[in-house]
């Protein structure tokens, strides 16, 4: 899971177990059922952005260059970015991709659970567009970033999978495959197996991760999509507004999915 449950100011809120974690611009605490903290991490950063996966614990200062990933109230890694941290992700092993900022380029680095860096791919935002999105899966032999591409005339977002294992290096920069879609803002990245979720301004589904990156699912949206909260097993929507040629109400406000697209509720 990599969705941060609640945001007040510069707070933000996880649970993990019995715990509330807090992250603040203080530090990090894990906080039990009456109030008192278990253990505390104390840093200081302009605007931490906290992520969980399994034990692991990935604050980035999006506003600055500095990674710490805490397991069980200890700090792990600690990364110096070197500039300034667009998007960041953990995954389930404790190693870390960060995407970072620069007027006219952008920087996708892996890291290993001890910080070393692992891979380093330079993109540019004319050629390439704008990253929005990145993912990585639970054992770190796939990650998938997710690019918005303006002309000026039309929008096209672009899903691409890159393999992190040995064999990946005999392809061309570690990609296996991209999906493009044209008139959307794919937001959102999430691995679900040997598949890849995605997200956007008008739908969801699914690639394949391992193989082609070809669309496995996709359900396109008669309604916005406000708000989406993303576990382990299924995800959740809220939706506003119809979109254009949507004339009746959303039946349903929320609704839950798995990850395959169907309803749960």
Not at 74 to 96: F, M
């Amino acid at each position: 899971e990599q969705t941060v449950g609640f945001a007040d100011g510069n707070a933000s809120v996880l649970t993990e177990g019995e715990w509330l974690l807090r992250c603040s611009q203080d530090g990090l605490q894990a906080i039990d059922e009456k109030g008192r903290v278990e253990w505390d991490v104390p840093f200081t950063m302009s605007s931490p952005y906290m992520l969980k996966a399994g034990k692991f614990i990935s604050v980035a200062d999006r506003l600055g260059t500095s990674v710490i990933v805490v397991r069980d109230g200890v700090i792990e890694t600690e990364i110096d970015a070197e500039k300034q941290i667009l998007l960041h992700c953990v995954n389930e092993q404790g190693a870390s991709v960060v995407v970072l900022d620069g007027s006219e380029s952008h920087d996708v680095k892996l890291y290993s659970r001890e910080g070393a860096t692992l891979m380093q791919r330079h993109t540019y935002a004319e050629a390439d567009g704008i990253p929005v999105a990145i993912a990585l899966n639970a054992d770190g032999s796939r990650m998938a970033t997710a690019y918005i591409h303006y002309t000026g005339t039309k929008i096209q977002s672009i899903i691409t999978i890159f393999d992190l294992t040995e064999s990946g290096s005999a392809l061309v920069d570690r990609i296996v495959g991209s999906a493009a879609f044209e008139d959307c803002v794919i937001a959102d990245l999430k691995f679900d197996g040997d598949l890849c979720f995605f997200a956007g301004s008008d739908r969801f589904g699914a690639v394949d991760a391992k193989r082609t990156c070809e669309i496995v699912w996709e359900k396109n949206l008669e309604y916005q999509m406000e708000t989406l909260a993303l576990s382990d097993e299924y995800f959740a929507v809220r939706y506003g507004e119809g979109l254009a040629g949507t004339v009746a109400a959303a039946e349903n406000n929320v609704v839950v999915y798995d990850y395959t697209g169907d309803v749960l509720c």
